[in-house]
């Protein structure tokens, strides 16, 4: 579930971060940044936060190895705020409320659909927190080639139990909203899937939302999230090219 890690080290917003540009999806303001005849894309999911940040410093990383990367606003300008005082998590189950997964998953392959339209054929997801449960909905089907989920909540055995697609699941080991023990269990149960390729790894010493909110000038930090960085982009080379 949602917990009070998955708004550490909230992002300094800045609506000009990036070297992409912002543009309409259909009806969906998203971050759009791509290589040049790139003929495979990945959709960034973000956690509840914002679409902002670090998510487009790595979708600029993701577009730079070769990708048309997207990173749409699931929350139509409503990101979940902190509040002040000792809960800053206050508010969220009525934030979840307005933003149903479901109504994520149906925008989502919009997206996909405006992908297509630009000669994009072939297409990952990845999602971060939140955006986990989406990219699993996506992998229940058809559409994606690969996903990626990174410090993933709100999932259970059971959406794992169906994914289709190839799955790489990147967890840390100071989570409480997916601790070790469950990311594990997703594996084992991925690993009884011999038609579905997987790749399961827990970092160790990092904590949830290790991947995009992470102290740049922290050395440590910003191996770790690198180093994901590079298994996610591994995954996707493999599967979109």
């Known amino acids: 579930m949602a917990g009070p890690q998955c708004c550490a080290s909230p992002p300094q917003l800045d609506p000009g971060a990036g070297i992409g540009r ?4 259909q009806h969906l303001s998203a971050y759009v940044t ?14 509840i936060l914002v679409f902002k940040c670090g998510h487009r410093k790595l979708a600029d990383k993701v577009a730079a190895a070769g990708y048309f ?4 606003d699931f929350f139509y300008g409503d990101p979940f705020i902190l509040g002040s005082g000792d809960n800053p998590f206050a508010g969220v189950q009525d934030w979840l409320k307005r933003h149903e997964k479901a109504k994520a998953f149906e925008d ?25 449960k989406v990219v699993v909905e996506l992998a229940k089907g058809e ?6 989920l990174l410090h993933p909540s709100l999932l259970t055995v059971d959406d794992i139990k169906v994914v289709k697609a190839p799955l790489a699941i990147l967890g840390a080991e100071i989570d409480k909203s997916s601790p ?21 790894k827990i970092y160790p010493g990092v904590a949830h939302g290790w991947t995009v909110r992470y102290d740049e000038n922290d050395e440590v930090a910003v191996k770790n999230a690198e180093e994901a960085h590079v298994d996610m982009l591994e995954w996707f080379n493999k599967y979109l090219n």
């Open 143 to 148: 559409v994606l080639k690969a996903g990626v």
């Open 22 to 25: 912002v543009e309409t999806f």
């Open 69 to 72: 990367v997207v990173v749409p």
């Open 180 to 200: 070790p023990e469950l990311i594990q269990q997703f594996g084992a149960i991925l690993s009884a899937k011999p038609e579905v390729d997987s790749f399961v």
């Open 108 to 132: 989502s392959t919009k997206v996909i659909e405006v992908l297509k339209s630009r000669g994009i054929s072939a297409i990952g997801a990845a999602g971060f927190c939140w955006g986990a």
């Open 34 to 47: 791509a290589s040049p005849d790139a003929k495979a894309g990945v959709i960034l999911i973000s956690d």
